[in-house]
T-cell receptor, first 111, second 115 residues
Framework: TQLLEQSPQFLSIQEGENLTVYCNSSSVFSSLQWYRQEPGEGPVLLVTVVTGGEVKKLKRLTFQFGDARKDSSLHITAAQPGDTGLYLCAGVGTGFQKLVFGTGTRLLVSP | DTGVSQDPRHKITKRGQNVTFRCDPISEHNRLYWYRQTLGQGPEFLTYFQNEAQLEKSRLLSDRFSAERPKGSFSTLEIQRTEQGDSAMYLC?????????????FGPGTRLLVL
């Protein structure tokens, strides 16, 4: 069974602080995706990383895929209240695109 | 709105009743997925369709669960004889399979509470 563990589970910070969320697995994935989910809504895709060692930036968000394609990190610089939400990593296997989601990191950014 | 829609958004039912949820994917998307998300957890895969064919079902999908996509467009997920453990958010996603990468677009989900 492929499992994706995220840490931390919860994070409460002040506006302007930096943070990093980790996503770890013992399995190799063909690619890995990060989603953000707000209460009462479905997850929304933020980024897909494909190549081991790849780094992608999306404004204040930086995503990295581990060299062995088993782990990933999400770094947010100067967090804002609008960043509040549930962040989910999801591994994509080979073949059809079933997503294996991580356990989630709930982020609260206070003004 | 041309996104994925789900109906109803909320459902409260008594244990033992049957419920049916509907998902309308983005038009022209050929793949449709169902996931279940319990409180504080990430979504878990239940089943998926390529056009009207149901190609894989998770072991989470007991005999009480059935999903259909009769014309390759909308899909329904039925739960028979609901149990309290079925309480969860049921998410639908659709995608256009094209090459090795695809993006799944999620609907807002149907939140089920079984009393």
């Amino acid at each position: 069974t492929q499992l994706l563990e995220q840490s931390p589970q919860f994070l409460s910070i002040q506006e302007g602080e930096n943070l990093t969320v980790y996503c770890n697995s013992s399995s190799v994935f063909s690619s890995l995706q990060w989603y953000r989910q707000e209460p009462g809504e479905g997850p929304v895709l933020l980024v897909t990383v494909v190549t081991g060692g790849e780094v992608k930036k999306l404004k204040r968000l930086t995503f990295q895929f581990g060299d062995a394609r088993k782990d990933s990190s999400l770094h947010i610089t100067a967090a804002q209240p609008g960043d509040t939400g549930l962040y989910l990593c999801a591994g994509v296997g080979t073949g059809f695109q079933k997503l294996v989601f991580g356990t989630g990191t709930r982020l609260l950014v206070s003004p | 709105d041309t996104g994925v829609s789900q109906d109803p958004r909320h459902k409260i039912t008594k244990r033992g009743q049957n419920v049916t949820f509907r998902c309308d994917p983005i038009s022209e998307h050929n793949r449709l997925y169902w996931y279940r998300q319990t409180l504080g957890q990430g979504p878990e895969f239940l089943t998926y369709f390529q056009n009207e064919a149901q190609l894989e079902k998770s072991r989470l999908l007991s005999d009480r669960f059935s999903a259909e996509r009769p014309k390759g467009s909308f899909s329904t997920l039925e739960i028979q004889r609901t149990e309290q453990g079925d309480s969860a958010m049921y998410l639908c996603a659709s995608s256009l399979a094209r090459g090795s990468l695809e993006t799944q677009y999620f609907g807002p989900g149907t939140r089920l509470l079984v009393l």
